[in-house]
């Protein structure tokens, strides 16, 4: 398929804004989303609505189908076994009710550490310091270099007899770096360390097999590759779960209930307490289906030119200062954060908006790394598979004339 | 010096013969550029109103029965809105402050920088404007 072809399948790119053909570059923050996913969506309103893993009846049924084939789907997309796979509404949903699950199984005790990268996004920090202020644990932060890059050299230095998990992103949000996870999981369970990857960016730009990877808990969420929203993951090793408590009690996740005693359900329907989301979930599996479609020769060829023109094109301008360089160019994904020399992020996202261009400024939900870097916020654009090098070029224009107009 | 609503007035007049957004942003930059200048003794925690996006730094003084106002941001087109938030508000009487309805932003097709994204400095600073006025009312 070329990029043309595969461009007629996502509606909302012939959308006008301003009266300008939208240049959509906000995919780190959500992407667009297929007919397929659509269509999937509606149809589980208006043919396969009711309630599932409850009734007999035949919709009842067809639904749970539904349901629990996306189950067999995602598993089958991250390289897990199904009853590994937990439903929630998102990246963030499945990082807090880790936390949660893991103090209730009393995994932690006062003293104990958590090593955090310092390119996290929000979602991988905050419950984790929340979880520390009630449970008495230290945090420690694995630092990143100018580059961007997880400085490695540190890790084990860093790793104490204490160090219970190791939170890092697969592929950090604002640096759009591939992080070396392989070789963090291994220093880390070689400390006696888990690993929970945050997969937001990762799932939609990498081919992932949480087995070779062989991470502990594998979190993401569905609307940034292209299904539904109010979506997502938690992936855990089944010995790991089997030993977690349940997060919410309530619904088709108990197994028998007493007032004197109530038994919950097996991995992993005891993590999914209450009426799920039933339209979204199924949305997986054309999602998945779009995934792969787009993990061709001829996609990876253009998100290349784009990456290599882009490229160029900052580093021509003194006054464009890029975020996230790793050494080898081949770990960086198409997405790039910048600050530009005298001109306000904020500013640059509100013209680029009027161009008809859509990205992201701000701080990206990461403000340690801000800190790291001296600036207040950055302007961000990330590509999608359907981003053609001509927006690049429109883009590089715009923010050429947004430069100019601010100085 | 003209009222509240003659300042208003003039502003929706000014923003209406602007067809293109760009030409818009060009006049806020503008303005921005020439809002007087926030003395940096003044730029402290206190002050700053912190957001995801730009920063603004306000201060209030209450003279003579009247409010007063300085303001700055690190980002030029909030800083010419916030030009703009000064030549409506500024030396007004709470009583006049208290009277308007805080729409002429709308009104000269800014409100996405309005936007209610996380502390957005903006909508901060008017929400302010409009708690000093109802305090000293």
């Known amino acids: 398929m070329n990029i043309d072809q595969i461009r007629a399948l996502f509606p909302q790119l012939k959308q006008e804004v301003y009266g300008r053909r939208l240049v959509y570059l906000d995919n780190a923050a959500t992407s667009l989303r297929p007919a397929s996913v659509l269509e999937k969506w509606q149809e589980m309103s208006t043919r396969y609505n009711s309630n599932i893993h409850r009734a007999v009846h035949k919709t009842a049924v067809d639904a749970t189908e539904e349901y629990e084939s996306s189950r067999a789907a995602v598993a089958a997309f991250i390289g897990a076994g199904t009853e590994e796979i937990i439903f929630t509404s998102g990246t963030t949903h499945s990082v807090n009710m880790l936390a949660v699950m893991l103090e209730r199984a009393s995994f932690f005790t006062e003293g104990d550490e958590i090593l955090i990268a310092e390119s996290e996004h929000h979602s991988n920090i905050v419950p984790w310091q929340m979880l520390s202020e009630r449970k008495g644990l230290k945090i420690k932060v694995l630092p990143v270099d100018d580059r961007g890059e997880l400085q490695l050299s540190a890790l084990p230095g860093l790793l104490t007899s204490r160090t219970k998990l190791c939170c890092v992103a697969q592929i950090s949000n604002v640096l759009g770096i591939v992080n070396p996870v392989e070789e963090i999981v291994r220093i880390c369970h070689a400390n006696g360390t888990l690993v929970l990857l945050d997969g937001a960016q990762g799932a939609v730009h990498l081919a992932t097999d949480v087995k070779s990877i062989d991470c502990d808990f594998y979190a993401f969420s569905g609307h940034k590759m292209y299904a539904a929203p109010g979506t997502g993951v938690l992936y855990g090793k089944k010995q790991l779960l089997e030993n977690l408590p349940p997060y919410m009690g309530g619904g088709e996740m108990i197994e028998s209930v007493g007032w004197d005693k109530t038994t919950f359900a097996p991995i992993p329907r005891r993590f999914e307490a209450g009426t799920q989301n039933l339209s979204g979930v199924p949305t997986f599996k054309p999602a998945i289906e779009m995934c792969k479609l787009l993990r061709s020769r001829e996609i990876e060829n253009n998100s290349k030119a784009i990456c290599e023109y882009l490229g160029r094109f900052f580093s021509s301008n003194p006054d464009i200062t890029v975020f996230g360089r790793p050494e080898d160019p081949s770990k960086k994904i198409p997405l790039f954060s910048i600050a530009v020399n005298g001109a306000h992020h904020e500013d640059l996202a509100l013209i680029l908006d009027k161009m008809g261009i859509a990205t992201r400024s701000g701080q990206m939900c990461a403000e340690p790394l801000m800190d790291r870097f001296g600036v207040t916020g950055m302007l961000r654009i990330s590509f999608a598979p359907y981003n053609t090098l001509e927006e690049a070029e429109y883009f590089a224009e715009c923010l050429q004339k947004a430069i100019n107009m601010l100085k | ?137």
């Open chain 2, 1 to 137: 010096m003209s009222t509240l609503e003659e300042a208003k007035a003039a502003i929706i007049d000014e923003f209406s013969m602007f067809d293109e957004w760009l030409d818009k942003y060009e006049y806020l930059i503008e303005m921005g550029k020439n809002l007087d200048v926030f003395p940096v003794e003044l730029k402290t925690d206190d002050r700053l109103i912190k957001g995801c996006q730009s920063r603004v730094w306000l201060d209030t003084r209450f003279e003579d029965g009247k409010l007063f106002f300085r303001a700055d941001s690190d980002a030029i087109i909030t800083k010419g809105i916030i030009s703009l938030l000064i030549q409506v508000y500024n030396g007004r009487t709470p009583a006049e402050i208290n009277a308007d309805s805080f729409d002429f932003v709308e009104k000269i097709g800014l409100k996405e920088n309005l936007s209610p994204t996380r502390a957005n400095g903006l909508t901060s600073m008017i929400e302010t404007i409009r708690k000093e006025a109802e305090k000293h009312a």
